[in-house]
């Protein structure tokens, strides 16, 4: 389907080559300040054209709120969306006439719906992610405002070339105090200082290295982003089958090109006991529960738990590539496919921004989920509550 969530529920339209794409976000709270200012800077981050290292299609993708805003202000009411496509060409893709592309979804597409988009990849195309990206924005706004969350995603590997903590994660049975460090720290501002999007200098220029490299040989190469989520409320993620961090894991492998989730501790944490990879609960200055490590990843029996959200997320090789392959008609002749258009050689520095969105939709649909759920609670009568229920001790103790 084309929707997703529950109380803030978005549906995105639009395909590669049509006259332009959006999104309907139902489920804004009223009362918000929101312009298309406040979404355009992470749309220009998702953006083609922007470097060297992504496909060279030149789409400003400027965005106009269409309704559900009157002098800046949310209503409450569905937000329309819309980023028109100003650099179509649609000529680029008639070989897929004869043609299903390898590893595409022209072939799935056209045995589901009997028929197929004749020009790029339609729905399954990532110019389907900028009302994603537009919508994320919007979520990650009231986040910010309302419980100070943050969120922000980073590319940690392309083909083998990896930041530190990756290949720390694969090699040892603990995760160095220094990570946890980052993962609290790092900012957007320290992401976007390279083109890579990667925050580690001597990582960064080695895929740059490579990424240029498959670019020149008409190929492409795969990688990972990670994403942190700071500051989330306690209490997200519903039992038993909306638990957060599958939640987390249908966003995240709904974007096109996805093939991987890992959270928390992810496989690494198969290869550690459970004496070390349980995380001890402590007492916070603040005054909160927290714990000393975070091999849970921030959630624990599928509820966030106040500590830092962490995940990475695997991302194929792009499957166009310029290079002829062998492959069979939908007919049943064996032949070459020459593929044109402009793609990217690697999609993750692109990708950051939609990895932000989709985790930050989440979290708000999870989030105005709670708030029912305590609002409604909050209007009962004060009840006789067991101290056992409570997590207390009895009272004569």
Known sequence: MSSFGKLFRVTT??????????????????????TEEHIQPQLS?????????????????????MSGTEYGITLGTPIGLQVPNLDQRPHDYSETDVYPRPSHADYTYLEKYGVKASSGGGRASARETIGRVAAGAIAEKYLKEAYGVEVVAFVSSVGKVAMPFIHELEDTETVKPEFYDFLNTITREAVDEDIS??????????????ITK?????????????????????????????????????????????????????????????????????????????????????????????????????????????????????????????ARGRHDPCVVSRAVPIVEAMASLVIMDAALQQEARKAAFSRLP?????HSLLGKPPASQ
Do not use: W
């Not at 603040?286 to 106040?306: A, C, E, P």
């Not at 004060?382 to 067991?386: E, G, L, P, S, V």
């Open 197 to 210: 999007r990667c925050p580690d200098t001597t990582t960064s220029e080695a895929m740059k290295e490579l």
């Open 382 to 386: 004060t009840a006789d509550i067991h």
């Open 13 to 34: 339209y639009g395909e590669s080559h049509c006259k332009g794409v959006g999104a309907i976000v139902d489920g804004v709270p009223p009362g918000m300040q929101l």
């Open 214 to 338: 498959m670019s020149e040989e008409k190929n492409s190469i795969g990688g990972t982003v990670t994403c942190v989520i700071r500051n989330c409320p306690i209490g997200l993620g519903e039992p038993c089958f909306d638990k957060l961090e599958a939640l987390l894991a249908h966003a995240m492998l709904s974007i096109p090109a996805t093939k991987g989730f890992e959270f928390g501790s992810g496989f690494s944490g198969t290869r550690m006991s459970g004496h070390i990879h349980n995380d001890p609960f402590i007492r916070l200055e603040s005054g909160r529960f927290g714990t000393k490590t975070n091999y849970s990843g921030g959630v624990q029996g599928g509820i966030s738990n106040g500590e830092n959200i962490y995940f990475r997320v695997a991302f194929k090789p792009p499957a166009t590539i310029s290079q002829d392959q062998q492959t069979t008609s939908y007919d049943g002749v064996f032949g070459t496919l020459a």
């Open 45 to 65: 981050r998702r953006r083609p054209g922007q470097s060297k290292l992504t496909t060279p299609r030149n789409e400003k993708d400027k965005v106009t709120i």
